[in-house]
């Protein structure tokens, strides 16, 4: 079946430090794939998007995610988080050539003192 | 900048109730959807339309039904409603695939609670 996978809940990181959220797809063709961003009372805002070409994208708010294909992955990175990070992501799989998109559980990010 | 609304914001109605949400897009997108999001399974798709008069079923339809009556608007129906629809509600909005990137505009969502 055609679906992502966020291994992690909930995530905490200290400010400043690196981050990494992860996310795992099942799907037989090229994947494209998407991180969105959920603040507190808000709908889901794009932070960045994969088609093809270089692996490593790079997307709003110095986030950067990383496409591999041979692990079935595309985790979202940064290299130094700020309190204001602090927001539900969620990796998302465009299916049948991007009519829809199907969504993973989330992970909610804390960014603590 | 993309723009969609919703309402309402917050709907209590009772098990058994007649419940209408909607949505309106500015984007002049032709693709619309309905998700719902629940704690401990994100966002599930609901229904879709790819323009008025068009409706897809998504990937947990059971218990509704949508309208999509033009470019603009997308309703979603709950015609008897359940406790297990209790949730957050989104509505978004997109281009064609390849005309734009396939990137989803959202809504701020309607919370709804049925008791």
């Known amino acids: 079946a055609q679906s992502v996978t966020q291994p992690d809940a909930r995530v905490t990181v200290s400010e400043g430090a690196s981050l990494q959220l992860r996310c795992k797809y099942s799907?037989?063709?090229?994947?494209?794939l998407f991180w969105y961003v959920q603040y507190p009372r808000q709908g889901l805002q794009l932070l960045l998007k994969y088609y093809s070409g270089d692996p490593v994208v790079q997307g709003v708010n110095s986030f950067e995610a990383e496409f591999s294909k041979s692990n079935s992955s595309f985790h979202l990175q940064k290299a130094s988080v700020h309190w204001s990070d602090s927001a539900v992501y969620f990796c998302?799989?465009?299916?049948?050539?991007?009519?829809?998109?199907?969504f993973g559980t989330g992970t909610k990010l804390q960014v603590v003192p | 900048e993309a723009a969609v609304t919703q309402s309402p914001r917050n709907k209590v109605t009772v098990t058994g109730g007649n419940v209408t949400l909607s949505c309106r897009q500015t984007n002049s997108h032709n693709y619309m959807y309905w998700y719902r999001q629940d704690t401990g399974h994100g966002l599930r798709l609901i229904h879709y339309s790819y323009g008025a008069g068009n409706l897809q079923i998504g990937d947990v339809p059971d218990g509704y039904k949508a309208t999509r009556t033009t470019q603009e608007d997308f309703f979603l129906l709950l015609e008897l409603a359940s406790p297990s629809q209790t949730s957050l509600y989104f509505c978004a909005s997109s281009g064609d695939w390849g005309a734009n990137t396939g990137q989803l505009y959202f809504g701020e969502g309607s919370k709804l609670t049925v008791l």
């Open positions: 998302a799989l465009s299916i049948n050539s991007g009519t829809y998109q199907r």
């Open positions: 799907y037989s063709a090229t994947p494209y």
